[in-house]
Each structure stands twice: as structure tokens, then as C-alpha cells.
């Protein structure tokens, strides 16, 4: 077996858990849980007497992460979304795929729906013209340009092995060297974009991330937060501009996100519309530099 450590994050994680912990069975696994209400502690109690359990206030997915990798030793991490589960031996193929690549702080695997096809997982870090790509639709006119779709790593089939940006952090298999060396993950993410920043910090001291085709793990997709938390993925990319860009850089994706969301309450059915006049109305109750740290 590969020297894997694998680390669950959990809250109200039924009923895609159960699969997920199976699926890494063979390996030492820690599950935090952050508050569970919904029969997860029961379940891992009585289904996985092996597991770990950690139970801990919710200070959000990055100290969920750091709580599960102080809690191990291992040479790599597997942080597994509590939606996501292995298929097959993806646990050793992306082990033998890191141990390959000596320079890997960070390798994601292919991802694919519960249908079998394809999750792109991908990404480039966000700019103010990325973003506007995607807030302002332009990314539809060319979905596989370099140009127009970087974000999501327009252009790239997700066919080969490669040297990207960053992942989706739905599936993460994290080199613990490279760890001790740069430093765990950012607290100050509560979710969404702690990877981005994770990825970005490993690239800037000189490791490498890579997307690794031959290992694959299913991932159902936002069933942790059922898409609730739209905000919070706004507030992360403003964390990750004023971080690593300033907080001018920061407030002028303010204004931009401020007329993207305003122009899906326009396009979007009503529905779906709701949610993006609540991100307008906390996209327009201050400058960048207040939203980061308002109450969520």
C-alpha cells in the first residue's frame, strides 16, 4: 500500500459518505466533523470503527483540512470531499503518480459525474479578465479558447497528464514535504478558494501541481453545501485578489462580480435569480476590504 493518509471533512455528510469511506478503507483515515447533526458520527461510528474521528467547531474547510494532516504522518494526504469517493485502485495510481513526480506538491485526479462523464476540475488562477469571462458570459463564446476560458482551462481535455495552475480541492492528494515547507492551508478561507491559495503559495516556492488522468475518483458535486454558499465562493476569490494581488486589485473585482451577479438576476430564472440578488445586495453593502471579514 501506498504511505497514503486520507482526510474527510464532514458536515451533514449523509448520504454520499458511505461510499466515500469505503472506497479508502484499506488506508488510515481520518474523518472532522464540524458539527454533524444528520446520523455522520453515528454512521462512521458503527460502519468504520477504524476511522478516526475529530470532532471540532466549524472554522471552516481549510481547519478541517490542517486538523486531519497534524492528526497523520504519512507521506501523502488525500483530502477527500466527504461527496467523493475512489474508483478502483485511483488511491495507489495517484500515489505512484506523485512519487513520480518528486516536484508534486499537489496532484488532482480525473473527476467524472455519477454518470461516468467527465467533472472538469482544472483551473487558472483568477484575474479581473477571468473573471469577467465568466460573470460576463464571454467564456460561452468560445468555451475551449485559452483566451476566453482560462479559468476553467479552456482547451484542455483532461486527457494527459499536466502541469496546471490549480485543482478542484474536491480531491487532493498533498505531498507532506511540501507542506512542512510552505505551510498547511489558509485559514482565513472559510470554503471555496483555500485550495486556489494552497496551489498558488506551492507554485510560488518552486513545487509543481499536476493533473493526473489515470486515476479517477467520482464526485457528486456541491452536495456539502448544496449550492447555499454563494457568497462565501465570492468572498474567497476576493480573499485570494486581495492576498495575493492588493486590495485595489481586490475592489475592482468587487465592482466587476457586483455586475456579473446583477446581470443573472436578469438572465437566470426566477429561482436561481434569488440567490444572485442576495450575492448583489452583500456585493454592494461595502468595499472589498469590509466583506472579507463581515459576519457570514
Known amino acids: 500500500m501506498a504511505d497514503v493518509a486520507v482526510v474527510v471533512v464532514t458536515y451533514n455528510a449523509l448520504p454520499w459518505l458511505e461510499p466515500c469511506l469505503a472506497s479508502v478503507e484499506r488506508y488510515e483515515t481520518v474523518v472532522v466533523d464540524h458539527g454533524s447533526t444528520d446520523g455522520t458520527l453515528e ?15 466549524n472554522r471552516g474547510l481549510a481547519a478541517g483540512w490542517n486538523a486531519g494532516i497534524a492528526e497523520t504522518s504519512s507521506r501523502f494526504v488525500l483530502l477527500l470531499n466527504a461527496d467523493a469517493w475512489a474508483v478502483d485502485d485511483a488511491v495507489e495510481r495517484i500515489a505512484a503518480f506523485a512519487d513520480a513526480h518528486p516536484r508534486a506538491a499537489v496532484v488532482g485526479p480525473r473527476l467524472s459525474n455519477l454518470d461516468g462523464s467527465l467533472q472538469r476540475s ?6 479581473l479578465w477571468r473573471l469577467a469571462t465568466e460573470y460576463l458570459f464571454l467564456r460561452k463564446l468560445a468555451p475551449r479558447s485559452s483566451a476566453l476560458n482560462a479559468l476553467y482551462a479552456g482547451g484542455f481535455a483532461h486527457d494527459e497528464a499536466r502541469e496546471i495552475d490549480w485543482v478542484m480541492g474536491a480531491v487532493l492528494l498533498v505531498r507532506r514535504e511540501a507542506v512542512e515547507e510552505v505551510g498547511l492551508a489558509d485559514e482565513s478561507f472559510f470554503l471555496f478558494s483555500e485550495e486556489t491559495d494552497w496551489c498558488y503559495r506551492f507554485r510560488a516556492a518552486g513545487w509543481e501541481v499536476w493533473f493526473d488522468p489515470g486515476s479517477e475518483f467520482q464526485h457528486v458535486g456541491a452536495a456539502s453545501h448544496g449550492g447555499r454558499m454563494y457568497v462565501e465562493n465570492l468572498r474567497g476569490q476576493l480573499r485570494f485578489l486581495a492576498k495575493h494581488r492588493g486590495p485595489a486589485e481586490a475592489e475592482r473585482a468587487r465592482r466587476l462580480l457586483l455586475l456579473g451577479v446583477r446581470l443573472r438576476t436578469v438572465v437566470f430564472p426566477r429561482r436561481r435569480a434569488a440567490d444572485y440578488r442576495e450575492a448583489a445586495r452583500w456585493l454592494s453593502s461595502g468595499p472589498a476590504s469590509s466583506l472579507l471579514d463581515a459576519p457570514r
Do not use: D, K, M
Open 122 to 127: 482544472a483551473r487558472g488562477f483568477p484575474t
Open 43 to 57: 454512521l462512521v461510528r458503527e460502519r468504520f470503527p477504524r476511522v478516526r474521528v475529530l470532532e471540532r467547531e
